[in-house]
């Protein structure tokens, strides 16, 4: 079943600006996962953060995650055109431990 | 080393016929995956395989779906008598356990199945 919920559905910016993207999940997890997705196809993975982290950060990505909200968010800062995909969050239910369970994605869109 | 890898990339079947989709994990991942993801959707989880352990069919969407792992590596999924609604792209992840805890699922390119 999708338990993590996107926010936005789309979000369309100008290169340079940052991007944030917001997931919301609804039972207990033991990591969330973001992956990228360029045209439908595979599904690279960007970061992961366990439930007893708050944030971390990869290059100009930014992840936090607040389990007492059940919540993350993904910021891209100075973002590319090369940013432009869509954009999973993915739960580690903390009953399975293994299944994620994926949202519907945001789709950015980056324009020069 | 090399990523996960699938074949085909694409294929093109007529309702009614069976088809066989191949993933090739990550050398020593323990952990295989299969998801669905249908035009403009999420990923649908469909089975898992961990070790030698049974597979938890949990998410396979009827009975028409199965799916082998030989020898803890290589894993196909076979859907039988195809239906159009089984068009989607079939995306096959490896990940490995350590520390008690599973790491980060790598994904393979998917396969996209048409079935008309």
């Known amino acids: 079943s999708q338990q993590g919920e996107e926010d936005p559905q789309a979000l369309s910016i100008q290169e340079g600006e940052n991007a944030t993207m917001n997931c919301s999940y609804k039972?207990?997890?033991?990591?969330l996962q973001w992956y990228r997705q360029n045209s439908g196809r595979g599904l690279v993975h960007l970061i992961l953060?366990?439930?007893?982290?708050r944030e971390k950060h990869s290059g100009r990505l930014r992840v936090t995650l607040d389990t007492s909200k059940k919540s993350s968010s993904l910021l891209i800062t100075a973002s590319r055109a090369a940013d432009t995909a869509s954009y999973f969050c993915?739960?580690?239910?903390?009953?399975?431990?293994?299944?994620?369970?994926f949202g519907k994605g945001t789709s950015l869109l980056v324009t020069p | 080393g090399a990523g996960v890898s699938q074949s085909p990339s694409n294929k093109v079947t007529e309702k009614g016929k069976d088809v066989e989709l191949r993933c090739d994990p990550i050398?020593?991942?323990?952990?295989l995956y299969w998801y669905r993801q249908s035009l403009g959707q999420g990923l649908e989880f469909l089975i898992y395989f961990q070790g030698n352990s049974a597979p938890d069919k949990s998410g396979l969407p009827s009975d028409r779906f199965s799916a082998e792992r030989t020898g803890g590596s290589v894993s196909t999924l076979t859907i039988q008598r195809t239906q159009q609604e089984d068009s989607a792209v079939y995306l096959c992840a490896s990940s490995s356990f350590s520390g008690g805890a599973y790491n980060e699922q790598f994904f393979g390119p998917g396969t996209r199945l048409t079935v008309l």
């Open positions: 953060i366990r439930s007893n982290e």
């Open positions: 050398s020593g991942h323990t952990a």
């Open positions: 993915a739960t580690d239910p903390a009953n399975s431990g293994y299944a994620l369970n």
């Open positions: 039972t207990s997890i033991n990591n």
